[in-house]
């Protein structure tokens, strides 16, 4: 029953991962244009429809908008990107208002509907760049997950001042060995047994 039970909750939680968020939603007929078109082909697709995504590379708030540089990458069947595959280059994407720089962080995923400007060129560092610009219609941050491994947590010796302190407080040993079919107590650490014997005393009457 358990079983049937995760199997049935797993494929719930699948199948609301594998749709996009509301924001992101377009028509189902609608032609979308690729990363790889937008570069080879600006003219031809100029002011057609994207659904692009990635990694913010930077923010620019202007005065009545905020710019982002995007690092592009392939996304998943509900608009995710997919960050452990190679990036396809970089665009820029224009969003009407202020979007606090210290909410969309460098680093965090994004993924937008927009309409395909053109090309502009800029910079990557001191490189110069060319990159796909649209106007944004809907875009979606992304939520930071971060998974401890906790297999990896070490229980690190007593001279903690020079090692970060992950360590348990209450940990239990139990001994293996079986005596007489019981579990025997724990075993203390050995000792020096060669104690010195008490000395006993006789009073001599004379």
């Known amino acids: 029953m358990n079983i049937r039970i995760c199997a049935l909750l797993s494929a719930l939680f699948l199948a609301g991962c594998s749709t996009f968020p509301e924001k992101l939603k377009l028509e189902d ?11 080879s082909n600006a003219e031809q697709t100029k002011g057609k429809l994207l659904r692009w995504g990635g990694a913010i590379a930077k ?85 930071n997950v971060q998974r401890i491994e906790v297999n990896n947590l070490h229980v690190w010796p007593s001279h903690h001042m020079y090692y970060p302190r992950y360590y348990r407080r209450n940990v239990t040993y139990r001994n293996t060995h079986r005596n007489s079919g019981k579990m025997s107590k724990p075993s203390r650490p050995s000792r020096a047994t060669n104690y010195a014997k008490p000395v006993t005393t006789k009073r001599i009457k004379k």
Not at 29 to 39: C, D, I, K, P
Not at 62 to 72: G, N
Not at 99 to 121: C, S, W
């Open 59 to 143: 923010v620019e708030n202007k005065p009545d908008s905020t710019i982002f540089e995007m690092v592009s990458y392939p996304l998943t069947s509900y608009g995710r990107p997919r960050t452990n595959e190679e990036s396809m280059g970089r665009f820029r994407i224009s969003v009407k208002g202020f979007l606090d720089p210290m909410v969309y962080q460098v680093g965090r995923l994004m993924t937008f509907t927009a309409q395909l400007n053109g090309l502009e060129k800029g910079l990557v560092g001191e490189h110069e760049y060319t990159f796909p610009t649209a106007m944004v219609k809907g875009y979606y941050l992304w939520k």
């Open 29 to 39: 007929n609608t032609q979308l244009v690729t990363y790889e078109n937008a570069r």
